[in-house]
């Protein structure tokens, strides 16, 4: 269990460490610089040491491809953004909403039965996270209002949500199915979007990386500063976490480690108190209680059988 609890502390790490980096480096262009060099190292590795399983079949270039946009494009490019303007733990809480959009994802298009309690459990998760959209804006945020209750950072955020749960779909298609290696649907998938941030970098935010400067023009301790921190993001993220998660799976259930999630924002909120400042409102803590109860109605019965 306590392997469970420290892979969600490192997950809530990202967030704190992802708005430290955002003070040096603009989001499109970090993006381009972190998933080029992890996705070159989880290649690499793959190609030196398990060749037989470095191989791309054509038939499946299509989801690659969507691997590529959704699975790590999309949703990381749209996700710092995002938190450039979104406290770290704010962030890290709106992604409780993954479980919620999967299973609307599965009741719409996969026909899976939805019941009382799980309706039930999907409207009080809702309506907490709701309540923070509606009264948990920084004035940074509310600066960039778009309609209704909503900033564009919380659109950006949402949309990245999303594309994430959608790209697991392709991912879990890949690599179940297609039987190919999760180090090379993330290895081809972190290389090219990240490739393809930088270029969405150059014509979005410029040949400047941040503040209007180009990237070897900023002084030297902030480019170490910036690289050092990259660097950290991918063991925790793209390298530990990844493996860790895929490692506690053989022990729970997918429905166990989905409701660990709910323990990210705490540990986010923890983490950006100390390292950013940032100060969580009651109204955070009783919304993220709001989602636990929620979460809980909603994998009342899996919780009882699978964990």
């Known amino acids: 269990m306590y392997l469970v609890i420290l892979m969600e502390m490192l997950f809530a790490g990202t967030f704190t460490i992802g708005k430290i980096v955002l003070q040096y480096l603009n989001p499109i262009f970090f993006i381009g610089l972190r998933m080029s060099i992890a996705g070159t190292i989880l290649l690499s590795w793959l190609y030196f040491f398990k060749r037989e399983k470095f191989f791309i079949k054509k038939e499946h270039m299509l989801l690659f491809l969507q691997i590529t946009i959704f699975h790590i494009f ?26 919620f959009i999967a299973a609307i994802f599965s009741y719409l298009f996969l026909s899976e039965k939805m019941t009382a309690k799980k309706w039930l459990g999907l409207a009080i998760g809702f309506s907490g996270i709701i309540w923070v959209m509606v009264n948990g804006q920084s004035p940074q945020e509310a600066s960039l209002n778009a309609f209704f209750f909503l900033s564009w950072p919380e659109i950006s955020l949402l949309t990245a949500i999303a594309s994430s749960v959608y790209g697991w779909v392709v991912f879990k298609k890949l690599n179940q199915t297609g039987g190919y290696s999760s180090l090379m649907i993330n ?15 150059f014509f979005i935010e410029g040949s400047s990386c941040c503040n209007s400067q180009n990237f070897f023009a900023m002084p030297v301790s902030d480019i170490f500063v910036a690289l050092g921190y990259t660097l950290l993001l991918i063991v925790i993220a793209n390298i530990i976490g990844y493996n860790l998660y895929g490692y506690l799976l053989r022990k729970y259930s997918v429905t166990f480690l989905s409701f660990s999630c709910t323990l990210t924002p705490f540990f986010a909120a923890f983490f950006g108190s100390i390292f950013l400042g940032e100060v969580p409102s009651v109204t955070f803590f009783l919304s993220s209680v709001l989602v636990v109860i929620g979460l809980y109605i909603f994998y009342m019965q899996e919780l009882k059988i699978k964990v």
């Open 187 to 201: 290895g081809f998938g972190m290389l090219s979007a990240g490739i393809l941030a930088f270029i969405a970098s």
């Open 74 to 99: 999309v949703a990381y490019v749209f996700e710092f953004w995002a938190l450039k303007y979104l406290s770290s733990f704010k962030t890290a809480f709106l992604y409780n909403l993954s479980p």
